[in-house]
């Protein structure tokens, strides 16, 4: 699907900025950018868009009728350009970025069947004009965007002064057509190191010592962001003996009042009571730096529709204060994330600034929570994935790119491997997903309203329960699934999935949690199995016939991806395949969430785990038992009962327990305890998001994820006496928790899709250059 983004000027602030982010974020639709030669054409064309220059028209609201003709025809003139290009671009969607150019292409460009989308990113005008602006966009416009919910229902109020016939029905398509999605802000992750160096550099360069303390605003200079505000609660804060300074950050631009409104504002700042304490930077594209710099931001404004700069400043991990107006609301949660004042109440804006200089504890658990809260709420795929599925329902059957299904092994339950379906489903929402059978009952809200298509064993009695039992039926099953017509397969498997038949042309990329343990590691595998020795014994002689299966069928993918360094090993080993690494989502928002208290920690060690022999929960037992060290244990599972015979009184079992219950217990342990051999190994990771470090054996997936003294430390063997060394020696570390939790953010879902879209979009490009490919001799295996 290709999408033409018109904007009337070249000129960038914060609308430019996020149409600039969401094109260059896009998943699956192709992006043109239509507007005139400048600074927005040529910061296009450095981020690697399509680009093409319409002469760009600035049509003003007026009263005076022959300055209205005129910009009438010149915004026809305009329209009749963006018709031509639509038609010689093949343009399936028009996004234009503003009311004004959502006016230009409803009422001039007369497009033919094709949708306009306008991008409400500023409150609606008033009176009259506002008035018949809204009747147009309801009567012309296919889709309204709107920032937030204030300039929704701004948008949406068509007033009482239009003719009932008018308004007819109006108000009602005006709402029908307007949906909220906040703009989407590029999060990036800086170490401490380079934050640092940012804070030194930057505060170096505007005359603030180490000390002082800072905040900034940030915007376009003009009078509705009140940066006098700002100016006058500094001045208030010294007159109380704080040593306090403002960066005041931005240009006056498009207007000559805000140019007189900066000369009035450094008049203000030259006052002798102020002086020196005020630095008018202009305009800066490092805001992210500044606000690593700065202690605080300050928004002003009297009706901010929105507040971008507030998700920039709360990314960084800095509070923020702002007015309780237009869409700050919605992004700042008063008292957790920063606060809040009234518009204009300079006394207010000073007592709230004061509160968070006189308590630094404060201000820093507030910049934690913005962060996590920006992060959460605010990224940028977010606000991509909401645009597109809206693209989808007005051009259905448009979508740019291959035709994708997801293929998994079976859906029965919840766990890392059911994880990473559920990212493959948000990243391509309409691939339906092909598995043997499933359990909506068991999988989360996202994946029960899925288009999951099983196979005949679903009808199989007792499938779920017994599903192991079954696992000389899986490839019979997985072969029978119908792909065809789909170009992009993508399994996510640790046995069966890799083996569909994929139609010829396809591309077949798999997603490899292990390689089949059945075949592969069949003694392991079964050790826990409740089922008599003879069937076990039978069931080895299927080992070989399915060893020979799994790698005929690994032979036929064209992409392996291995979650982990000792997946990749295995592959390499069993398949004689070279596999590239894609660590898998971790949630670990889960349990780093906004307002979540920082504990100190408690005078405990956890383990969180199924009870399953293989995982060696029995060293965690044994050592804190020999030790004396009080040991909490979370999970159940059949080797529970053993785990208890080797317990000494200090050792705890609680089964299994809500998540909020396990969040609470790893934010107070001493650390985690991992002391089996996973493929990779997501608590540790969550563990990790709660600040708290891991003890792990130094094998698996553990080696991918624990920095020894960062994140964690590791013990070399597989005893209980060499676990018991590393407790003893734990306590001479000192752990940093937010360098902990920043690690481990590191693993996030955004992470993860970036790197299998890179992965998918390599595929793609190798097949259709066969020769150069190995996946052009795809080997076609037989059951």
Same mark, same amino acid.
């Given at each position: %699907?290709?999408?033409?983004?018109?904007?009337?000027?070249?000129?960038?602030?914060?609308?430019?900025?996020?149409?600039?982010?969401?094109?260059?974020?896009?998943?699956?639709?192709?992006?043109?950018?239509?507007?005139?030669?400048?600074?927005?054409?040529?910061?296009?064309?450095?981020?690697?868009?399509?680009?093409? @220059?319409?002469?760009?028209?600035?049509?003003?609201?007026?009263?005076?009728?022959? &300055?209205?003709?005129?910009?009438?025809?010149? %915004?026809?003139?305009?329209?009749?350009?963006?018709?031509?290009?639509?038609?010689?671009?093949?343009?399936?969607?028009?996004?234009?970025?503003?009311?004004?150019?959502?006016?230009?292409? *409803?009422?001039?460009?007369?497009?033919?069947?094709?949708?306009?989308?306008?991008?409400?990113?500023?409150?609606?005008?008033?009176?009259?004009?506002?008035?018949?602006?809204?009747?147009?966009?309801?009567?012309?416009?296919? *889709?309204?965007?709107?920032? *937030?919910? !204030?300039?929704?229902?701004?948008?949406?109020?068509?007033?009482?002064?239009?003719?009932?016939?008018?308004?007819?029905?109006?108000?009602?398509?005006?709402? =029908?057509?307007?949906?909220?999605?906040?703009?989407?802000?590029?999060?990036?992750?800086?170490?401490?190191?380079?934050?640092?160096?940012?804070?030194?550099?930057?505060?170096?360069?505007?005359?603030?010592?180490?000390?002082?303390?800072?905040?900034?605003?940030?915007?376009?200079?003009?009078?509705?962001?009140?940066?006098?505000?700002?100016?006058?609660?500094?001045?208030?804060?010294?007159?109380?003996?704080?040593?306090?300074?403002?960066?005041?950050?931005?240009?006056?631009?498009?207007?000559?009042?805000?140019?007189?409104?900066?000369?009035?504002?450094?008049?203000?700042?030259?006052?002798?009571?102020?002086?020196?304490?005020?630095?008018?930077?202009?305009?800066?594209?490092?805001?992210? =730096?500044?606000?690593?710099?700065?202690?605080?931001?300050?928004?002003?404004?009297?009706?901010?529709?929105?507040?971008?700069?507030?998700?920039?400043?709360?990314?960084?991990?800095?509070?923020?204060?702002?007015?309780?107006?237009?869409?700050?609301?919605?992004?700042?949660?008063?008292?957790?994330?920063?606060?809040?004042?009234?518009?204009?109440?300079?006394?207010?804006?000073?007592?709230?600034?004061? =509160?968070?200089?006189?308590?630094?504890?404060?201000?820093?658990? %507030?910049?934690?929570?913005?962060?996590?809260?920006?992060?959460?709420?605010?990224?940028?795929?977010?606000?991509? !994935?909401?645009?597109?599925?809206?693209?989808?329902?007005?051009?259905? $059957?448009?979508?740019?790119?291959?035709?994708?299904?997801?293929?998994?092994?079976?859906?029965?339950? %919840?766990? @890392?491997?059911?994880?990473?379906?559920?990212?493959?489903?948000?990243?391509?929402?309409?691939?339906?997903?092909?598995?043997?059978?499933?359990?909506?009952?068991?999988?989360?809200?996202?994946?029960?309203?899925?288009?999951?298509?099983?196979?005949?064993?679903?009808?199989?009695?007792?499938?779920?329960?017994?599903?192991?039992?079954?696992?000389?039926?899986?490839?019979?099953?997985?072969?029978?699934?119908?792909?065809?017509?789909?170009?992009?397969?993508?399994?996510?498997?640790?046995?069966?999935?890799?083996? &569909?038949?994929?139609?010829?042309? !396809?591309?077949?990329?798999?997603?490899?949690?292990?390689?089949?343990?059945?075949?592969?590691?069949?003694?392991?595998?079964?050790?826990?199995?409740?089922?008599?020795?003879?069937?076990?014994?039978?069931?080895?002689?299927? &080992?070989?016939?399915?060893?020979?299966?799994?790698?005929?069928?690994?032979?036929?993918?064209?992409?392996?991806?291995?979650?982990?360094?000792?997946?990749?090993?295995?592959?390499?080993?069993?398949?004689?395949?070279?596999?590239?690494?894609?660590?898998?989502?971790?949630?670990?928002?889960?349990?780093?969430?906004?307002?979540?208290?920082?504990? +100190?920690?408690?005078?405990?060690?956890?383990?969180?785990?199924?009870?399953?022999?293989?995982?060696?929960?029995?060293?965690?037992?044994?050592?804190?038992?020999?030790?004396?060290?009080?040991?909490?244990?979370? $999970?159940?599972?059949?080797?529970?009962?053993?785990?208890?015979?080797?317990?000494?009184?200090?050792?705890?079992?609680?089964?299994?327990?809500?998540?909020?219950?396990?969040?609470?217990?790893?934010?107070?342990?001493?650390?985690?305890?991992?002391?089996?051999?996973?493929?990779? @190994?997501?608590?540790?990771?969550?563990?990790?998001?709660?600040?708290?470090?891991?003890?792990?054996?130094?094998?698996?997936?553990?080696?991918?994820?624990?920095?020894?003294?960062?994140?964690?430390?590791?013990?070399?063997?597989?005893?209980?006496?060499?676990?018991?060394?590393?407790?003893? $020696?734990?306590?001479?570390?000192?752990?940093?928790?937010?360098?902990?939790?920043?690690?481990?953010?590191?693993?996030?879902?955004?992470?993860?899709?970036?790197?299998?879209?890179?992965?998918?979009?390599? +595929?793609?490009?190798?097949?259709?250059?066969?020769?150069?490919?190995?996946? $052009?001799?795809?080997?076609?295996?037989?059951?």
């Amino acid at each position: %699907m290709k999408v033409g983004y018109y904007n009337h000027t070249s000129d960038v602030s914060g609308a430019e900025i996020s149409l600039l982010t969401m094109a260059t974020h896009l998943r699956e639709a192709e992006s043109l950018l239509l507007c005139p030669s400048g600074e927005l054409a040529d910061r296009a064309r450095a981020a690697g868009l399509q680009h093409v @220059g319409v002469p760009g028209y600035r049509a003003r609201m007026t009263r005076n009728p022959l &300055v209205l003709v005129r910009h009438l025809l010149g %915004m026809a003139a305009e329209g009749r350009q963006i018709a031509r290009i639509v038609r010689e671009q093949g343009i399936d969607i028009v996004h234009a970025n503003s009311i004004r150019g959502g006016l230009t292409v *409803s009422l001039f460009a007369r497009l033919r069947g094709i949708p306009v989308i306008w991008h409400i990113r500023d409150h609606m005008p008033g009176g009259l004009i506002g008035r018949l602006v809204k009747t147009v966009a309801a009567r012309r416009a296919s *889709s309204l965007i709107c920032i *937030s919910e !204030a300039v929704k229902k701004g948008t949406a109020e068509l007033g009482d002064k239009l003719t009932p016939v008018i308004l007819d029905g109006l108000e009602a398509r005006m709402d =029908e057509l307007a949906t909220v999605i906040h703009n989407g802000v590029a999060l990036e992750h800086a170490d401490e190191a380079d934050r640092e160096a940012d804070r030194v550099r930057i505060r170096r360069e505007f005359g603030a010592s180490p000390d002082t303390f800072v905040m900034t605003i940030v915007g376009q200079i003009a009078p509705w962001k009140r940066q006098e505000d700002a100016i006058e609660a500094l001045r208030l804060l010294v007159a109380r003996g704080l040593d306090a300074k403002l960066w005041v950050v931005g240009e006056p631009k498009f207007r000559e009042e805000n140019i007189a409104y900066a000369e009035r504002l450094k008049t203000m700042a030259a006052a002798a009571d102020l002086a020196g304490r005020v630095v008018f930077t202009g305009f800066r594209s490092d805001i992210k =730096e500044i606000c690593r710099a700065a202690d605080l931001l300050v928004l002003c404004s009297d009706n901010e529709p929105f507040g971008r700069v507030l998700i920039e400043a709360m990314g960084e991990g800095i509070p923020v204060v702002g007015t309780r107006a237009g869409g700050v609301p919605e992004i700042v949660t008063e008292g957790a994330s920063g606060l809040l004042y009234e518009v204009g109440d300079v006394r207010a804006l000073a007592d709230r600034i004061g =509160e968070l200089i006189a308590q630094p504890a404060r201000r820093l658990d %507030m910049g934690r929570a913005a962060y996590d809260r920006a992060r959460r709420e605010f990224g940028i795929a977010s606000t991509v !994935a909401k645009v597109e599925a809206l693209y989808r329902e007005l051009r259905p $059957g448009r979508t740019a790119g291959p035709r994708v299904a997801i293929a998994h092994d079976y859906l029965n339950q %919840m766990g @890392g491997a059911e994880r990473v379906v559920c990212s493959l489903r948000r990243m391509y929402p309409d691939a339906p997903i092909f598995t043997t059978i499933a359990d909506r009952s068991k999988l989360p809200a996202d994946l029960r309203s899925a288009d999951i298509r099983t196979t005949w064993m679903q009808r199989i009695p007792g499938i779920n329960k017994r599903f192991k039992l079954f696992f000389w039926l899986y490839p019979l099953a997985v072969r029978s699934m119908n792909l065809s017509g789909f170009d992009l397969i993508i399994s996510s498997s640790s046995a069966y999935a890799k083996g &569909v038949r994929v139609p010829e042309g !396809a591309v077949h990329i798999c997603y490899c949690h292990t390689p089949m343990r059945f075949a592969w590691d069949y003694e392991n595998y079964v050790k826990d199995m409740d089922v008599p020795a003879l069937a076990k014994k039978l069931s080895g002689l299927m &080992v070989s016939p399915l060893r020979r299966w799994d790698a005929a069928n690994t032979a036929g993918v064209d992409e392996l991806i291995a979650n982990s360094s000792i997946v990749q090993e295995r592959i390499r080993d069993h398949y004689g395949r070279q596999a590239t690494i894609i660590h898998p989502p971790v949630d670990t928002g889960r349990f780093d969430r906004a307002g979540a208290k920082e504990r +100190a920690a408690g005078d405990y060690y956890l383990v969180v785990s199924r009870l399953v022999s293989y995982k060696r929960i029995d060293l965690a037992v044994e050592a804190c038992s020999l030790l004396g060290e009080r040991l909490v244990v979370v $999970g159940d599972g059949p080797d529970r009962e053993r785990l208890a015979r080797l317990a000494g009184p200090n050792v705890t079992f609680l089964g299994r327990l809500p998540d909020g219950e396990v969040e609470r217990l790893m934010r107070g342990c001493r650390a985690l305890l991992f002391p089996g051999v996973e493929d990779f @190994g997501i608590t540790p990771l969550e563990a990790n998001a709660c600040g708290r470090p891991v003890i792990a054996y130094r094998e698996g997936g553990a080696q991918d994820t624990i920095r020894q003294g960062l994140n964690g430390l590791f013990f070399d063997k597989q005893t209980r006496e060499s676990l018991a060394r590393t407790l003893l $020696g734990f306590q001479s570390w000192t752990w940093d928790s937010a360098r902990i939790r920043a690690y481990a953010a590191g693993f996030g879902e955004e992470r993860f899709e970036r790197e299998l879209r890179a992965a998918v979009s390599a +595929a793609l490009s190798a097949r259709e250059q066969p020769a150069a490919s190995p996946a $052009g001799q795809r080997k076609e295996a037989v059951v």
